[in-house]
């Protein structure tokens, strides 16, 4: 079992950057996959990112870079040139080391509680 906790939420005008952190409670390297989802007000969580084949969602590409630091147990979600449809919350996930459906909510069995990203026009 596996505890994620996020942060670096905050407000920023479009164009701007911010970093997401995610800190895991034990080790993932080679255990677990880890990803970032998001949700914004009245959508479904959509997949943003995952580092162990570092998938991105086509709306971010070329924008987000997720990294990891095993040392730390972090895993990091770099988000440049931000955009106001990128405003939502945003969640850490772990699964499966190789897991086939990366896009796919249900194949990470742990989530973080989130962290508000808001991205002013």
């Known amino acids: 079992q596996v505890h994620l906790v996020e942060s670096g939420g905050g407000l920023v005008q479009a164009g701007g950057s911010l970093r997401l952190s995610c800190a895991a409670s034990r080790r993932t390297v080679g255990l677990y996959a880890m990803g970032w989802f998001r949700q914004a007000p009245g959508k479904e969580r959509e997949f943003v990112a995952i580092?162990?084949?570092?998938e991105y969602a086509d709306s971010v590409k070329g924008r987000f870079t997720i990294s990891r630091d095993d040392a730390r147990n972090t895993v990091y979600l770099q988000m440049n040139s931000l955009k106001p449809e990128d405003t939502a919350v945003y969640y850490c996930a772990a699964g499966p080391w190789g897991l086939r459906f990366p896009l796919r909510s249900e194949q990470y069995h742990y989530w973080g509680q989130g962290t508000q990203v808001t991205v002013s026009s």
């Open positions: 580092d162990w084949n570092s």
